[in-house]
C-alpha cells in the first residue's frame, strides 16, 4: 500500500492521528474485573441463610426458602393474590415435569412406521 491510501479518510477509515495504537483499549475505564452482573447478585442475595422463627423452634434457611413460607403462609390465610403466585409456580415449575412423563416410548408398530417414512424420504 502506499501512503496516499493509508492517509485516505471515509467510511471506516479514521484519520492516522485519532486510531488506536496498537495494544491501546478503546474503553480504558470499562467494567472492572471482579464485577458481577444483577442475575449473579440475585442468586447469591438469596441463597443466603438467615434465621426464622416457626412455632417454637428457631430455624436457619436461605432467604428463597424464608421468602417461599412466608407466601404459602400467607395463601393458606385466605390471601388471594399470594394464593394465585404460589399455583402459577406449581404450574410452571412441575408443568415441565409432567410433560416429560407422560411421553409413551414408541411401540415396535410406531418404531416400523418411521423407518418405512424415513427410507421413503430418503429414496425421493
Not at 488506536?20 to 441463597?47: H, I
Not at 412466608?70 to 404460589?86: E, H, I, Q, S
Given at each position: 500500500?502506499?501512503?496516499?491510501?493509508?492517509?485516505k479518510?471515509?467510511?471506516?477509515k479514521?484519520?492516522a492521528?485519532?486510531?488506536?495504537k496498537p495494544?491501546?483499549?478503546?474503553?480504558p475505564?470499562?467494567?472492572?474485573k471482579g464485577?458481577?452482573?444483577?442475575k449473579?447478585?440475585?442468586?447469591?442475595?438469596?441463597s443466603e441463610?438467615?434465621?426464622?422463627?416457626?412455632?417454637e423452634?428457631?430455624?436457619?434457611?436461605?432467604k428463597q426458602?424464608?421468602?417461599?413460607?412466608?407466601?404459602?403462609a400467607k395463601a393458606?390465610?385466605?390471601d388471594?393474590?399470594?394464593?394465585?403466585v404460589?399455583?402459577?409456580?406449581v404450574g410452571?415449575?412441575f408443568?415441565a415435569?409432567?410433560?416429560?412423563e407422560?411421553?409413551?416410548?414408541?411401540?415396535?408398530d410406531?418404531?416400523?412406521?418411521l423407518e418405512?417414512?424415513?427410507?421413503r424420504r430418503l429414496?425421493e
Amino acid at each position: 500500500m502506499s501512503e496516499q491510501e493509508d492517509d485516505k479518510v471515509g467510511y471506516r477509515k479514521p484519520p492516522a492521528g485519532t486510531r488506536f495504537k496498537p495494544g491501546q483499549s478503546g474503553n480504558p475505564n470499562g467494567r472492572p474485573k471482579g464485577s458481577v452482573n444483577l442475575k449473579t447478585d440475585l442468586r447469591s442475595e438469596l441463597s443466603e441463610k438467615i434465621r426464622i422463627r416457626e412455632g417454637e423452634r428457631s430455624l436457619k434457611v436461605s432467604k428463597q426458602r424464608a421468602m417461599l413460607k412466608a407466601l404459602v403462609a400467607k395463601a393458606l390465610k385466605g390471601d388471594a393474590r399470594a394464593a394465585n403466585v404460589v399455583l402459577t409456580l406449581v404450574g410452571r415449575l412441575f408443568e415441565a415435569e409432567a410433560v416429560a412423563e407422560q411421553v409413551p416410548a414408541l411401540t415396535s408398530d410406531d418404531q416400523a412406521i418411521l423407518e418405512r417414512f424415513l427410507a421413503r424420504r430418503l429414496a425421493e
